[in-house]
């Protein structure tokens, strides 16, 4: 019996007419496969992975393959996105074992949940040297009836082996100017100056580490750090990988140009890649960076946004084509020149061709392109380009459009909410703001939730406004604190600042060590045979360096020598990663650029309704110093506490100056004077001299 059809992850409901007998993962599964004697098989995927889909047609809808799973094993299908704490227990076994690890994740477990056998995609015959998915199992199947001793051994040895990996943290201290010179060094070696971004194919968007390069030029003034960043981020504007008519970006390119993406489209990578463009225009004034934050917080709104008012977690990589009438990767957004042809005519099907890079004979597949704007593209008049990118737009809207995985993930959604507050205020939109705040507002009224008596916790995911099972990961509690303390110093709302303490108390007593490192999961977390602890990014900040950034800011916001503390001992470890791997502790880099410059608090004062306030409000918010946090909100009346006051404790005793609407800016336990002027406030924030305005 197949057991997937009522749970809500939209990755697993994919499977749920499979005639493989899953399961989800839950004590019921191993203790069938106690009680039958067999062996667990782990499935690990997510709904935009499009190798996963490859292998659940080929193999999972195979009724011959299926018949031999039920009778030989017990079958757990696991999203990855609901529940990162079980696929990275199992990622750091594969990638131990293996060398290299990947989704579709396959591994074989005892019924005591110990790995013994590990592999990613297995194609239905052999190839490229690949067993077939037939032969493993047999294979599996055979070791476990014949050479059972044999199988268990490698299980203990295996789970030894990951239990003794705890991560040697040794208390170090947090990271000074010097590591910080080192990462860039180290950054610069491996910088592809004729491409931009950094390594080889696959090349994917290294958004925390271009946070951190504008950081460090914002705090130093290194110029070459300002060209990496602006140089990578206009390659990817420029290139495949980021949606020439639609905006957003793709997952990754598999070429080192960026011209042919890896088409799923993910939340977290569009929220932080949204918010790099945003701060590059801050630092340099670009239109490009301009066009492409807003842009893409645009599509996040249009595309991710569900009804309930958050976002969703990704589109998929195929969609239909028309031609052929099956799934095919990136059939939704390439072009050929007679599509191009049919859609704007012959002669501006022949610019279009030329501004976007799409030849006879293709960048894809099948003679198609995938858009691009090649940097040797003619000189043409912008208007025109405007309307054929809409008349292509709205062409391509009528394409069977991608799946799209309507799970809405708390982390990920904080990274959007801190995006796309920020837009809003940078480029006086309003309604993004509104969004970002409707989105936060539903991760309190669903995504908090009480159990046992307890204080409430974080939940992991919702779907269709239902809360889902799965409690909330580090990255969940660090992504969520982060983008409610954006969205406090865009807002001047400091119920969201008290939401941030909620969240980050919760940090303190539930995932923290006592030698100042942090877990991925709660102290009362389902236990696992591994409790996961990684401070180094994937695709998305690690939660280790998210929840130590918002620990952070929080102190800088209220003065709480706890929460300091709690940072300054959970970057310990960029200490020790970030002049040897920074490209893997891209985040933890940023953060450390935070502390080194203060980070600088910020009061302004003065009322709403006037215009002065509101001027050194956005003066505030486009200052380039490395995470400075700011509050927003009414003076004192008569001597009294101020209306925001209670909410902002960086408010306290300010005052206007000489009834002027007035900021305040501090560091290191030292204050500025206050100032009534936006330009003054600028210099003691030391905005870069190009920063939008």
């Known amino acids: 019996m197949n057991r997937l059809a009522g749970v809500t992850s939209p990755y697993l409901l994919q499977h749920a007419d499979n005639p493989v007998d899953w399961w989800p993962w ?11 004697d067999v062996p667990v098989l782990l499935s690990v995927g997510y709904s935009a992975c499009h190798w996963c889909h490859v292998m659940a047609h080929e193999s999972f809808e195979d009724d011959d393959t299926a018949a031999y799973m039920n009778e030989h094993f017990v079958n757990v299908k696991v999203d990855r996105e609901e529940r990162p704490d ?23 477990l005892t019924p005591d949940a110990e790995p013994f056998y590990f592999g990613t995609y297995f194609p239905p015959e052999p190839r490229h040297g690949m067993p077939s998915f037939a032969q493993v199992l047999e294979g599996i199947s055979t070791a476990w009836t014949g050479r059972r001793g044999e199988v268990a051994e490698v299980a203990q040895r295996i789970t030894q082996d990951l239990a003794g990996r705890q991560l040697d943290y040794g208390r170090a ?36 580490v271009l946070e951190f390069l504008l950081r460090h030029h914002a705090r130093t003034g290194a110029e070459g750090a300002l060209q990496m960043a602006a140089d990578t981020c206009e390659a990817m504007a420029r290139g495949g990988i980021y949606d020439q008519l639609g905006g957003g970006f793709a997952r990754y390119s598999v070429d080192r140009e960026w011209v042919v993406p890896h088409f799923e489209k993910m939340l977290y990578d569009n929220a932080l890649l949204c918010r790099v463009y945003a701060h590059l225009w801050r630092a340099t004034g670009s239109d490009l960076a301009r066009r492409v934050a807003l842009e893409t917080a645009d599509f996040m709104v249009r ?36 599509q191009l042809e049919e859609v704007l005519g012959a ?58 995985d309507d799970k809405v993930v708390a982390a990920w959604n904080g990274l959007a909410v801190a995006a796309l507050a920020e837009c809003g205020a940078y480029f006086d939109r309003p309604d993004l703001v509104e969004r970002a705040t409707e989105a936060a507002d539903l991760l309190v009224r669903v995504h908090f939730r009480a159990e046992d008596g307890r204080a409430p916790r974080l939940a992991r995911t919702s779907k269709d406004g239902q809360v889902g099972a799965n ?79 918002a620990l952070l800011s929080y102190a800088a916001h209220t003065g709480s020598e706890a929460h300091r503390t709690a940072a300054e001992r959970a970057l310990g470890v960029v200490r020790a990663l970030g002049p040897r791997v920074p490209r893997f502790i891209g985040h933890g880099l940023s953060v450390a650029e935070a502390l080194l410059d203060g980070p600088r608090e910020v009061a302004v004062v003065g009322r709403p309704d006037d215009p002065a306030r509101a001027e050194l409000h956005r003066t505030a918010l486009l200052a380039t110093a490395p995470g400075a946090v700011v509050a927003v909100g009414e003076p004192a009346a008569d001597g009294g506490p101020g209306a925001a006051e209670g909410e902002f404790p960086l408010l306290a ?32 924030l030391g905005t870069a001299a190009g920063s939008g305005s």
Not at 26 to 36: C, D, G, M, N
């Open 653 to 684: 005793g300010r005052t206007p100056v000489e009834g002027r609407a007035a900021a305040y800016v501090c560091r290191h336990f030292v204050c500025e004077r206050p100032t009534a002027d936006s330009a003054e406030l600028a210099a003691q």
């Open 471 to 549: 409690a909330g990961v580090l990255e969940d509690y660090g992504d969520v604190a982060e983008g409610f303390l954006a969205l406090a110093a865009v807002t001047g709302e400091g119920v969201w600042l008290e939401f941030a303490g909620f969240l980050l108390d919760l940090v303190l007593d539930r995932f923290t060590a006592e030698d100042g490192s942090l877990y991925d999961t709660a102290h009362d977390a389902e236990q696992l045979i591994r409790r996961p602890q990684d401070p180094t990014d994937t695709a998305a900040p690690s939660g280790w360096t998210a929840a130590a950034g």
């Open 173 to 208: 201290a947090a990271p000074g100017p010097e590591e910080a010179a080192q990462a860039l060094l180290a950054l610069t070696r491996e910088y592809d100056a004729a491409r931009g971004g950094f390594g080889g194919a696959p090349k994917f968007p290294p958004s925390m």
């Open 26 to 36: 839950e004590p019921e599964a191993f203790e069938e496969a106690k009680r039958r």
């Open 86 to 108: 079980v696929d990275a227990v199992y990622m750091e076994a594969v990638q131990a074992a293996t060398g290299q690890g990947g989704w579709p994740m396959t591994v074989f």
């Open 347 to 404: 002669e501006d099907a022949a610019l279009a061709a030329a501004c976007f890079g799409v030849t006879q004979e293709g960048t894809f597949e099948h003679g198609a392109s995938v858009l691009r704007l090649p940097q040797d593209g003619p000189v043409v008049d912008a208007g025109r380009i405007a309307g054929i990118r809409q008349r292509l737009l709205e062409a391509r809207a009528a394409r069977p459009a991608p799946g799209r």
């Open 303 to 338: 595309e991710l946004r569900t009804p309930e008012g958050g976002f969703a977690s990704a589109l998929d990589a195929d969609s239909e084509d028309p031609r052929t009438g099956k799934p095919a990767e990136g059939a939704y957004y390439a072009w050929t020149p007679a």
